[in-house]
């Protein structure tokens, strides 16, 4: 009896509301507070962008003077492979991890707290690679290192292997947020 007459009082209110041309309005502060919160999520996320992107400037200026080091540098040195192939794994490094945050950027799945995950670890990736690359051009140009050739290019392949290290735990973060993005599109698919 009760949603008999909840009915009925809508559907005269309704047919009312026809009658005369009135316009309901409504507020929705609830979506406003929501949309507001993904704008200052979306804002922040965007400062990050471009704190990352002038880590890069700065890793690919680092990059490029260790090169011109390089070349002046002892030609025993200068000729190994070794130094080169240590370089171009940070420079690769630097490369693909631009390349993975524009990846995981386009995964429509992933939650804010997820692309913050991933940023924070993005810049972790970058300044240790920036590190290990700052420390490829103390080994061939500080005289704060008194070490012969031989001892400069085991330090040198230490680094290299540290580099690899970086490599492996971003193609991790990128290998998981993958599955993580995919999982969550699978299940939106089942809903």
């Known amino acids: 009896m009760k949603k008999l007459i909840l009915f009925l009082c809508l559907l005269i209110s ?61 030609s025993k040195v200068t000729a190994s492979t070794q130094v080169y192939r240590t370089l171009k794994r940070g420079a690769d490094l630097l490369v693909n991890m631009s390349k993975s945050k524009k990846r995981i950027e386009s995964m429509r799945y992933l939650g804010q707290d997820d692309l913050q995950i991933f940023f924070n670890k993005h810049l972790e990736y970058v300044a240790k690679t920036n590190e290990l690359l700052a420390l490829v051009k103390d080994l061939l140009t500080s005289d704060l290192f008194k070490m012969n050739d031989s001892e400069r290019l085991r330090y040198i392949d230490d680094i290299s292997k540290e580099l690899d290290a970086v490599t492996a735990s971003a193609r991790h973060t990128e290998n998981r947020l993958r599955t993580l993005n995919n999982n969550r599109k699978l299940l939106a698919k089942l809903k």
């Open 14 to 74: 309704s047919l009312l509301s026809a009658q005369t041309g009135a316009v309901v309005i409504t507020s929705a502060p609830t979506l406003e507070t929501i949309e507001s919160t993904k704008l200052k999520k979306s804002i922040a996320n965007l400062k990050e962008s471009i704190a990352q992107t002038e880590t890069m400037r700065k890793s690919l200026k680092l990059l490029k003077d260790s090169k011109e080091l390089i070349d002046k540098v002892n």
